[in-house]
């Protein structure tokens, strides 16, 4: 199970980090992916990371303002986003890639899934 942190209101041009963890510190997957779902809007994939490689991967249009990366020490995978947008407001959801093949646009690669962490930019 994943559970994700760190959400939270976020001035727009500011910054945010959240964090995904997996109950019982186990990686056991092919990689952690982060997602965000707007209200109405259909969910997006947004970046990951593959846990054997480390090489991280991202939603073209989101590209230059968020920064996934894992943290060792800590046992989580992060996201970090820049320069905050109003249109960034979205529940953020991680997730882990459970078959070899996976791919950043296809949800379906993913299971299981966290509760997801509500961010809101908004001055």
């Known amino acids: 199970q994943l559970v994700e942190s760190g959400g939270g209101l976020v001035q727009p041009g500011g910054s945010l980090t959240l964090s995904c963890s997996a109950s019982?510190?186990?990686?056991?997957?092919?990689?952690i992916g982060w997602f965000r779902q707007a209200p109405g809007k259909e969910r997006e994939g947004i970046a990951c990371?593959?846990?054997?490689?480390?090489?991280?991967y991202y939603a073209d249009p989101l590209e230059g303002r968020f920064t996934i990366s894992r943290d060792t020490a800590k046992n989580t995978v992060n996201l970090q986003m820049n320069s905050a947008k109003p249109e960034d407001t979205a529940d953020y959801y991680c997730?882990?890639?459970?078959?070899?093949?996976?791919?950043?646009?296809?949800?379906?690669?993913?299971?299981?899934w966290g509760q997801g962490t509500q961010v809101t930019v908004s001055s």
């Open positions: 990371i593959s846990l054997s490689s480390g090489k991280t």
């Open positions: 997730a882990a890639a459970d078959r070899p093949g996976w791919h950043l646009l296809r949800t379906d690669d993913y299971s299981p």
């Open positions: 019982g510190d186990t990686w056991d997957y092919y990689a």
